[in-house]
């Protein structure tokens, strides 16, 4: 068979091990998930109302152009229906945008340690990757200028950055943006837009107008709670919509997806509670870290990145094997940290518990390390 030769260099997408999986292997009976950064409260209730009366309509294709929640977020951020388009996920946004615009002869700019998807579709169309390493957790913008050239189609931008939850201020993201050549496509991917905090983070819609060469991703599956549904959206001038529309499957948000969304929409104090409760964890986390002399990056997103300054397979396993799922920072480019997703305020405590306890089993507490 004839495969693209590039696929040779890329494994497939690694799922962790499932619950059930782990609860056999270790005899446990509660397995607590903080690896993917779902939302641990879930969705709205309002979801749920509007799922259950949708199952007569099984066997119909939904609405390929998702209309209804067309208008209900245009309406949300104040743009016009035809500055939008929908993904399976904002992960098939990266796929679409990355069949649009990269092939051979094409260059691609991004953070070296980033979300992967976006290397991950670059390496299949066959573009050259150019990654920039991060400067303190976040994007190195000037380096990143310095990258393009006159071959570059896409500048990828993850903002607040997964795996190290930092953000671009807005004057420095600005400044970034008039710098990039008109022809390039920047991708601002906001999948944790709602979870920020910082008062300098700036509402990217707002820079469409001066940029037409920009396009925001934002996702249902974070803070909306609704990640097995898969839905994401794109959104940026009509024209940019307009160009990308080929690419996308005609049917490719299923029907339960766009009601959920819809509902999950409509209650907006759902978000800001989760939000709220967003900040008291990851305060936990600060805590347990400053008490530990551990390293971390203050977060915008509803993860954070702690540096155990020891293998993060190895706590990783340590907290595998009583019960929590977190990520080893190993595959993230951070081989001596964890990811941890914020749970729920018991979830935060059991886990911060047990890495007490692994830092008292390996004694890497300050106190019992000689001082010199
Ligand atoms: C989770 C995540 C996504 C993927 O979101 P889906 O909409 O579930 O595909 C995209 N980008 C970043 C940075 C993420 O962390």
Request: aromatic content about 10%; some cysteine.
């Amino acid at each position: 068979m004839k495969w693209k030769e590039q696929l040779l260099q890329l494994t497939p997408y690694q799922p962790g091990k499932s619950i059930d999986e782990v609860k056999k292997q270790f005899g446990l009976s509660e397995i607590i998930k903080l690896a993917s950064n779902e939302n641990p409260f879930g969705c709205s209730e309002k979801v749920l109302t509007v799922l259950k009366p949708a199952e007569s309509t099984f066997p119909l294709y939904p609405d390929g152009y998702a209309a209804e929640l067309r208008t209900v977020l245009a309406a949300h951020h104040g743009v016009n229906e035809d500055q939008l388009i929908f993904g399976n996920g904002s992960d098939e946004l990266i796929q679409m945008i990355s069949r649009a615009l990269l092939g051979k002869g094409t260059n691609t700019v991004m953070a070296e340690c980033t979300f992967p998807q976006y290397r991950h579709n670059a390496v299949i169309e066959g573009a050259e990757i150019k990654e920039v390493p991060l400067k303190n957790g976040e994007h190195d913008l000037d380096q990143m200028l310095e990258a393009v050239n006159h071959n570059t189609s896409i500048i990828w931008i993850c903002n607040p950055n997964n795996p190290t939850g930092q953000y671009i201020p807005k004057k420095q993201l600005t400044s970034f943006l008039e710098k990039v050549p008109a022809d390039i496509l920047v991708v601002l991917d906001e999948a944790y837009y709602e979870y920020v905090v910082a008062d300098d983070y700036c509402n990217s819609i707002h820079l469409l107008k001066s940029f037409p060469n920009l396009i925001i991703l934002r996702t249902f599956s974070k803070i909306y709670g609704l990640a097995s549904l898969r839905i994401g959206y794109g959104i940026s001038l009509a024209e940019t919509i307009r160009a990308l529309e080929p690419v996308r499957e005609p049917f490719n948000v299923n029907r339960f997806a766009q009601k959920a969304a819809v509902a999950a929409l409509s209650d907006q104090s759902y978000v800001e509670d989760c939000k709220q409760q967003n900040r008291e964890g990851l305060e936990q986390y600060y805590r347990f870290c400053r008490e530990n002399g551990l390293t971390f990056y203050p977060s915008q997103g509803n993860f954070i990145l702690i540096d155990f300054k020891t293998d993060g397979n190895d706590v990783f396993q340590y907290l595998l094997e009583r019960g929590y799922i977190v990520r080893s920072g190993r595959a993230l480019g951070f081989p001596t940290s964890v990811r941890v997703t914020v749970g729920s305020k018991e979830q935060n405590e059991g886990v911060i518990k047990l890495m007490g306890d692994y830092l008292s089993s390996r004694l890497l507490l300050p106190e019992m390390i000689p001082s010199s």
